[in-house]
C-alpha cells in the first residue's frame, strides 16, 4: 500500500512537470502577441507626434519653413514653395504693365490723340475752309456725282444744317460741244444731281435752287479736252457772296 501511494505521488509530480512547459510557451505567446500589437502603436505615435524624418532633404527643406501650432500642441513644419514659372510669368506681367506705363508717358494714348485731332473750320468764307471748294467736275455728257465728291457735299451739308439761313445756289454747266438748248438742260441735270445728293444729307428744300446757264458761262477758255473737261461741272454758290 505505502509504496502505491509513492507510485501514485510520483506519477503526479511528473504529470505536473509535464504540463509546465506548454503553460511557459503559452505566456511567451501572449508577450510576443503584446509586443507585436505595441509596435504599430508606437509607430502611429511617433507619426502623430511629428518624429524627426531620417531624409536629409525633409530637414533641409523643413529647416527652411515656417512653424505653426496646431490646437492639439503638435508642433507642424509649414514648405513654403515658390513655383518658378509662376515667377517668370508674374515678372513678365509686371515688365509688361511698365512698358506700357511707359510707352503711356511717351506719347499719348489713342483716345487722347484724337481729342487734339483739329476739326475744320466750316466757313464758306475762309479760304482755308473746305467749303472754299464749290466745283464739281463731271465725265463727257453725264450728270453722274463721281465718288470723290462725297466728302465734300456731306461738309456742305453740314454747313447748312447748322446754318439754317444760309442758301445755295446749284448752277449746272456744261462744254461748248452740243445745241444751246442741249447743253441748257445737261447743266440743269447735272444741278439737280447735286441738289438730290444734298437733299439726301439732311439739307431742307427751302435752302437750295438748281439753275442750269448751259455752255454761256465756260471757266476755260479755249477747243480742247482740257478746256472742255474743266467746264463740264456744277458749282456752289452761298446767297450773298
Not at 1 to 18: E, P, W
Not at 114 to 142: E, G, M, T
Request: glycine residues 8%; aromatic residues 4%.
Amino acid at each position: 500500500m505505502k509504496y502505491l501511494l509513492h507510485f501514485a505521488l510520483i506519477s503526479v509530480l511528473l504529470a505536473g512537470c509535464a504540463d509546465t512547459p506548454s503553460k511557459q510557451a503559452s505566456i511567451e505567446d501572449r508577450a510576443l502577441t503584446t509586443s507585436a500589437a505595441k509596435k504599430p502603436a508606437d509607430s502611429a505615435t511617433a507619426s502623430t507626434t511629428g518624429a524627426p524624418v531620417s531624409d536629409a532633404s525633409s530637414k533641409a527643406i523643413a529647416g527652411g519653413a515656417g512653424k505653426t501650432q496646431t490646437a492639439s500642441g503638435v508642433e507642424t513644419r509649414g514648405i513654403a514653395l515658390q513655383d518658378p514659372e509662376a515667377k517668370s510669368l508674374g515678372g513678365t506681367t509686371q515688365a509688361g504693365a511698365g512698358g506700357k506705363a511707359s510707352g503711356a508717358a511717351g506719347q499719348p494714348d489713342q483716345a487722347d490723340a484724337l481729342k487734339f485731332v483739329a476739326q475744320p473750320v466750316l466757313d464758306p468764307k475762309n479760304p482755308q475752309s473746305p467749303l472754299a471748294q464749290r466745283r464739281l467736275l463731271f465725265d463727257y455728257d453725264s450728270s453722274a456725282i463721281r465718288d470723290e465728291y462725297r466728302t465734300l457735299l456731306e461738309m456742305h451739308a453740314q454747313y447748312l444744317k447748322n446754318e439754317k439761313s444760309a442758301k445755295l445756289i446749284l448752277q449746272g454747266h456744261a462744254d461748248e460741244r452740243g445745241s444751246r438748248e442741249y447743253n441748257l438742260a445737261l447743266g440743269q441735270r447735272r444741278s439737280e444731281s447735286v441738289y438730290k445728293a444734298m437733299t439726301l444729307l439732311g439739307v431742307p428744300d427751302t435752302q437750295m435752287e438748281a439753275v442750269s446757264l448751259g455752255e454761256e458761262k465756260p471757266v476755260v477758255e479755249g477747243h480742247d479736252e482740257n478746256a472742255w473737261a474743266q467746264n463740264r461741272r456744277a458749282e456752289l454758290l452761298y446767297v450773298g457772296e
